[in-house]
């Protein structure tokens, strides 16, 4: 199962005669056991076997054909404690067997990296505008890709796709920002992906920014140890992501989780994104004098502008917490996953105000889920945009991500 060896002007990596592709029960098994090393870290084999449900001999010979790929790695042997014989030989995904490049495209920012296989980010790019023009948007685009291709030098062949993320509707609620009415009218025509799929021969991918944001918490952050969790991410809009059962749900329109039009009865704010947006409280620090890139970061808990970020919680976190409420009695959850592009103090604030928003509410008949700090940030999105690629080409077909109930 060797990674592709194409560029961006090179064959697609699912056409490419030089790839061949083992079909069948064993490009499935492969999958699968690339799925397993994935999600539960570096295992010996035997581990590997038990979570896939392989024979011993079966899992070996995948794994060896793997590392033969270059996709897989041995480490150094280790003992596992508490049990006896021969220290084990963990197997590890090797990080420079694969590449994909991820792609944000929001409503205040360009955002472009490259992932290795492992899962790590190797450079990024970042480019921030008034608001996304369309005619400006993809000419950069085009620009970024390159240089994001070229910088990988000799790993440029294992690109094995673009993965982006952009709002579903990038068009709209375009009255929050001052622009021409024209510019967010054009979205609405536009297919995303298609019109990245027209700036390179390698396969693009495509998903809602807080859908491929919680895949990207579900793989790399708190997801390795919940099963069942609503993703919130407070960005320019607020947004979430669904994962039930260990697996991203994305609903049939690809909209699943989105927590940002959760509907309000306050007088002025008709839905969640309305007061719990970060725009919000960057339209609180213009209103005042101050920059809004300033609710972004440290500056935020400055005394001068705690005042802004205090009367914007007190807003915010019951509404968050309503919209929590509704959802755990809707879908039985274990826990909201809550991260943003906030400062992390900040964002603390958050989870501890919505906590004790969660307080005043009736539970009978009802799991409280307990709320946990997203650990991946700012870059949630464009990475959850590199995650797609890979496992459009290396994860089991039957299920986007593979989670087992076996320990190991």
Excluded at 122 to 128: I, K, L
Aim: charge should be neutral; include cysteine; aromatic fraction near 6%.
């Amino acid at each position: 199962m060797s990674p592709p060896t194409a560029t961006s002007g090179a064959t697609s990596p699912t056409t490419s005669s030089a790839t061949p592709k083992p079909a069948g029960m064993r490009q499935m098994n492969e999958r699968i056991v690339l799925q397993a090393v994935r999600v539960h870290g570096p295992l010996p084999k035997s581990d590997i076997a038990r979570l896939t449900r392989l024979s011993s001999q079966t899992a070996s010979l995948i794994v060896d054909r793997l590392i033969d790929d270059g996709l897989l790695a041995r480490e150094p042997r280790t003992r596992v404690q508490g049990r006896m014989g021969q220290p084990s030989v963990p197997i590890s995904l090797r990080a420079d067997g694969a590449f994909s490049i991820g792609v944000k495209v929001g409503r205040r920012s360009l955002d472009v990296l490259t992932m290795d296989f492992a899962g790590q980010v190797h450079a990024r790019e970042t480019t921030g505008y008034a608001y996304p023009d369309p005619r400006t948007v993809f000419k950069l685009l085009a620009g970024k890709l390159d240089q994001m291709i070229n910088a990988l030098a000799d790993n440029a062949g294992k690109v094995v796709g673009i993965g982006v993320a952009a709002p579903l509707w990038l068009g709209g609620w375009r009255t929050f920002f001052d622009t021409p009415p024209e510019v967010f009218a054009a979205w609405n025509e536009i297919d995303i992906r298609a019109r990245v799929q027209a700036l390179t021969a390698l396969p693009v991918e495509f998903a809602k920014d807080t859908t491929a944001a919680c895949a990207a918490e579900l793989l790399m952050g708190q997801g390795r140890g919940l099963r069942d969790f609503l993703y919130v991410f407070i960005g320019t809009f607020i947004g979430g992501g669904l994962v039930i059962d260990g697996r991203l749900h994305a609903g049939p329109k690809g909209n699943a989780g989105a927590v940002g039009s959760f509907p309000l009865r306050s007088e002025g704010a008709p839905q969640l994104l309305n007061v719990a947006s970060v725009y919000v409280l960057e339209k609180r620090f213009t209103e005042a004098g101050f920059p809004a890139a300033a609710a972004h970061d440290q500056r935020a808990l400055s005394a001068q502008l705690w005042p802004l970020c205090d009367a914007w919680l007190r807003d915010a976190c019951p509404a968050l917490a309503s919209a929590i409420a509704s959802a755990a009695a809707l879908v039985d959850l274990d826990a909201i996953v809550i991260d943003g592009e906030l400062d992390r103090a900040l964002l603390r604030e958050v989870l501890s105000r919505t906590n004790a928003a969660l307080d005043a509410f009736d539970w009978q008949g009802m799991l409280r889920p307990r709320l946990v700090e997203g650990e991946i940030g700012a870059d949630a999105r464009a990475m959850g945009g590199a995650i797609l690629p890979l496992y459009a080409h290396f994860a089991p077909r039957h299920v986007l991500f593979l989670k087992s109930g076996l320990s190991v």
